[in-house]
């Protein structure tokens, strides 16, 4: 057992308080001020706040030269009402923790109060709370704070939770292990008219529909997995005397590789101006929650797996990559790095589910993997 009964217990607790008190993506103020509480007696080192926002960082040095390994979790919440009947249920309105960054959060600090008592011998161990990952701004915000240089990891390693797959079974991936994602706006502008002479104007009704039909059906034209997923349109406004001058389209870009995304990307724009141009449409871009495929290294893949198997815990061999998306990815780009699935649970709600709850039975399996993994680099 990594951790005692009662440290478990206070973790849990920590856990349904976090629950209770979500914060959005780059609103995580209060939720970093409860997480520099809980470090306070844990005699970290180094503690770098504001970083890329209100990330936190805590450094634990060892006393002989070697690697710096970085641990992550998210801070931030969803913009969603949460529907449970639970005790620690969210005091925030339409806000909550239903994809379980705070059961993530739980884990990490349980892995800080275990690296207070057992200090790295070699090397670093960083423990990142990383904001705004809901919106995949907040991987890239920490990476170009200047603090960063501060504590740029050899390794950097995150795990998730997963319903779905067996409570505390281990889903490990090589390569390519969840998708790089983007949001796209299409907006299409025409001329409006009296709504009894739409003739007299210019409506883009006709490149609206037409747009969503073809926007879906591109990736029957890609050689790679690739994924189009229309998630809003809207023309117009609601005025009766008037036809519509203006339209948008919203859609999902997802893809296993960087460079499948940007390919579909630019078939989307291409696609688009050519219907805009058919209706004598203006028509501009612009994009948001752009999302970097995250990439297992060789190496820390292997960590990983050598963790699981000396903690006799249940191992899943992913074969294909995960269609969601997390900004962890971006760490791939820059460190060799291991993002690894927790099983939640077969029945578990779903995340983003409005009744969704982070089970607090993995708190300990989560700082298990974690203290492994560090005892393989820094022990």
């Known amino acids: 057992m990594m951790l005692d ?14 629950h209770q008190y979500p914060e959005l993506s780059g609103q995580e103020e209060e939720t970093a001020k409860r997480i520099l509480d809980f470090f306070k007696d844990l005699n970290p080192d180094k503690t770098i706040t504001g970083l890329g926002g209100h990330g936190l960082a805590f450094v634990f040095e060892g006393n002989e030269k070697g690697p710096t390994t970085l641990f992550r979790c998210e801070l931030d919440g969803l913009p969603i009402k949460e529907e449970n009947s639970i005790s620690h249920f969210s005091t925030i309105p339409n806000k909550s923790h239903v994809c ?14 275990y690296f207070s008592i057992n200090k790295p011998k070699k090397g670093r161990i960083v423990l990142l709370f990383q904001p705004a990952e809901e919106t995949g701004e907040g991987a890239e915000a920490v990476i170009k704070d200047p603090k960063f240089l501060e504590i740029q990891p050899d390794y950097a390693f995150a795990l998730h939770n997963l319903p779905g797959y067996p409570l505390h079974q281990i889903l490990l991936k090589q390569g390519a292990f969840a998708a790089a994602s983007v949001g796209m706006s299409i907006h299409f502008k025409g001329r409006n008219s009296h709504s009894a002479h739409p003739e007299a104007g210019n409506s883009p009704a006709k490149a609206l529909a037409k747009t969503i039909v073809a926007l879906e059906a591109l990736p029957q034209g890609m050689e790679n997995f690739s994924l189009v997923t229309v998630v809003h349109a809207e023309l117009g406004s609601i005025a009766f005397g008037t036809s519509p001058s203006t339209a948008v389209v919203r859609a999902t870009l997802r893809a296993f590789e960087n460079e499948t995304r940007d390919l579909l990307v630019s078939y989307a724009e291409q696609l688009a101006t050519q219907i805009a141009d058919e209706y004598g449409l203006e028509i501009s871009f612009d994009y948001v929650e752009s999302f970097a495929a995250t990439h297992n290294h060789p190496e820390a893949w292997k960590i990983g797996l050598d963790a699981a198997e000396e903690l006799g815990l249940d191992i899943h061999h992913v074969g294909n990559p995960f269609r969601w998306s997390e900004d962890f990815g971006l760490f791939s780009s820059h460190t060799k790095t291991l993002l690894f699935g927790l099983g939640s649970g077969l029945d578990h709600p779903q995340l983003h589910e409005p009744n969704f709850d982070f ?8 700082v298990g993997m974690f203290v492994a993994i560090a005892k393989k680099l820094h022990y």
Do not use: C, N
């Open 5 to 18: 009964i009662a440290t478990v217990q206070k973790l849990s607790e920590f856990r349904k308080t976090l």
């Open 100 to 113: 379980g960054h705070d059961g993530h959060m739980a884990i990490l600090s349980g892995l800080g109060t």
């Open 359 to 366: 089970p607090d039975e993995l708190i300990e399996t989560g």
